[in-house]
């Protein structure tokens, strides 16, 4: 009988890479690690914010393995794996450019300009086809000021706004029109062959929003904003998702491993 294959698509920091590097948490992730080795059918897939060299930084850090693919800088880019090194998907890339509507990060940041509470993420946080910034305590204040200078300038973006518990501020990415994780992650869906059912989301913050309602399987680990928990649970019965949105106990990896075994993807 021939095993379906089974693809984690899964965000890193606050989902698989813990906040803090205890070690509860370390063991956790070994856990999860030894979980996926034994699941010879499952591909894996990391789904980031960071640019790519910081990504593998990451995951080495933390003793993850390294995936079929990577999606970074919040889904404007795909990279597939080839041997050990990572290959930009050409499809993908055009596709972006495409969204993009001609627009480079420069015009975006000229048509924010200057805000009181709002500032540029470091300058190795910034990508072709993202404009990310950080905001004064929770995000939710500024995006709508963001986006009406964003509409004046005839800029076709799209916003995506979550909240970082540790250092206490926003986060509010720019990104091509009807662009965020959850394009990537349909693209895989597409590039990886495997069945709707058999793929799973894994996340924590509102920049997974998106992928987590998109009609695949999805597990919110624990220590998930209590903001976004309410607005997916919600969301979920509204749009008939319940059986597919798993919230899980544990928090981090401990959360994703209870999460695929709570859809039987690993023993």
Known sequence: MTIPRTLLASDLDGTLIPLERDTKSLREVAELVAALKATPSLQLAYVTGRHLSLAEEGIAEVGLPLPDWFVCDVGTSVYRRSGDRFEADPTYREQMRAAFGGLCGTDVRAAIGDLRGIVLQEEEKQAEFKVSYYTEGRHEPFVDVVRAR????????????????????????????GVAKDCAVRHLHDRAGVAEDHLV????????????????RAIVVGNADAALKADLALQSQERALTDKIYFAEHPYAGGVLEGLRHFGFVK
């Open 201 to 216: 989301y894994a996340g924590d913050s509102g920049n997974d929003r998106a992928a987590m309602l998109s009609g695949y």
């Open 150 to 177: 964003l509409d004046a300038a005839g800029a076709k973006v799209n916003l995506v706004a979550s909240f970082d518990p540790v250092s206490e501020r926003g986060l509010i990415d720019v990104l091509p029109a």
